[in-house]
């Protein structure tokens, strides 16, 4: 890498000119990946791929007037303490709010680094070019933001944040949450069972790290396999899957972990707490995200608990 005191007027020339083609190609892939979503803020992201392309096109007849027609190709990673950016394929999986996060600090920092490289130059013309596109960029932020007054109202953002919950209770919570269910409340019978059978904390372990881990399997391949995500919008299967394996899994692990404790009477008592605990957890999510009443959560999902553990004492004892 080099320090951007030693590039040349050409070179920071070519450094500005290759910046707004990389910021102008990730906000056209934020308004191509909105477009469906997100339609308002996919236009406000098009308008400004338009503001740098504008931008660009400046800054190439300012170049050649100067250099003549070769450009050579110096980027921002190239240049140390330069910002960088990340590809809107990062940034668009963690939703809408972290894109309009990251583009205000892309505008941000370009500004940022304009400034500070006129500071830290004596050539005269190279400043004057170095603050020109300091204030282009503050400039730029003030036209994103008016960009955004006029496509993209509060009724419009609330639209778009009000879906990105949906979905996001679709393709995460609701599957986490069947799987939650799943293991905490179908694998007590097998586990209490055995150990009530046997009176040995070990055997009880053993029965259920085997009924967690085959119900996550079973319910992965069931939750993939039941909907494609297309029509429903619960996205990836694969991913839902996925994501319903590993909290039925864990739901089951909770209560099966405390049978380490090789007494018995222990291991009982701290497997009962636990118990309780997933079972609160449960409720709270189903208050938190599905909109259920939250006394009627627990007393639905305490009532369906207790009448699996005592199915299982029951059986075990027997």
């Not at 477009?35 to 096109?57: I, K, L, N, Y």
């Not at 609701?174 to 097998?190: E, K």
């Not at 999902?301 to 553990?309: F, P």
Request: contains cysteine.
């Amino acid at each position: 890498m080099r320090n951007f005191q030693d590039l040349s007027e050409r070179e920071i020339l070519a450094l500005a000119i290759s910046s707004e083609e990389e910021d102008g190609r990730i906000y056209a892939d934020f308004a191509d990946s909105l477009r469906d979503e997100f339609p308002d803020s996919a236009q406000v992201f098009a308008e400004m791929t338009a503001e740098e392309g504008e931008h660009r096109r400046r800054l190439i007849d300012g170049y050649v007037t100067r250099f003549g027609d070769h450009i050579p190709l110096v980027r921002r990673q190239d240049v140390r303490g330069a910002p960088t950016r990340r590809p809107a394929w990062q940034i668009r999986p963690l939703g809408i709010e972290a894109v309009r996060r990251h583009v205000r600090q892309m505008e941000v920092d370009a500004s940022r680094f304009y400034a500070q490289a006129a500071s830290r130059t004596t050539d005269a013309s190279t400043r004057k070019l170095l603050g020109d596109l300091a204030e282009a960029e503050v400039a730029h932020q003030h036209a994103a933001s008016a960009l955004e007054e006029k496509h993209l109202s509060d009724a419009a953002r609330q639209a778009e944040n009000d879906g990105a919950q949906r979905r996001f209770v679709l393709q995460y919570i609701q599957p986490g949450l069947i799987g939650l269910i799943d293991g905490s409340v179908s694998t007590l019978a097998p586990v209490f069972a055995a150990a009530f059978a046997t009176q040995q904390s070990w055997n009880a372990f053993l029965v259920g790290m085997a009924a967690s881990i085959g119900a996550g399997i079973s319910m992965g391949f069931a939750e993939a396999l039941s909907d494609d995500g297309k029509l429903s919008g619960r996205g990836n299967p694969l991913l839902r899957g996925l994501i319903c394996g590993l909290m039925t899994t864990i739901g089951g692990i909770g209560h099966t972990l405390p049978f380490l404790i090789p007494n018995f009477y222990t291991a009982t008592a701290v497997a009962g707490v636990v118990v309780v605990v997933e079972l609160a957890a449960i409720s709270y999510v189903q208050w938190r995200y599905m909109d259920t009443p939250l006394l009627s959560s627990m007393a639905k999902v305490m009532l369906g608990g207790a009448l699996v553990l005592a199915a299982g004492i029951a059986i075990g004892s027997s």
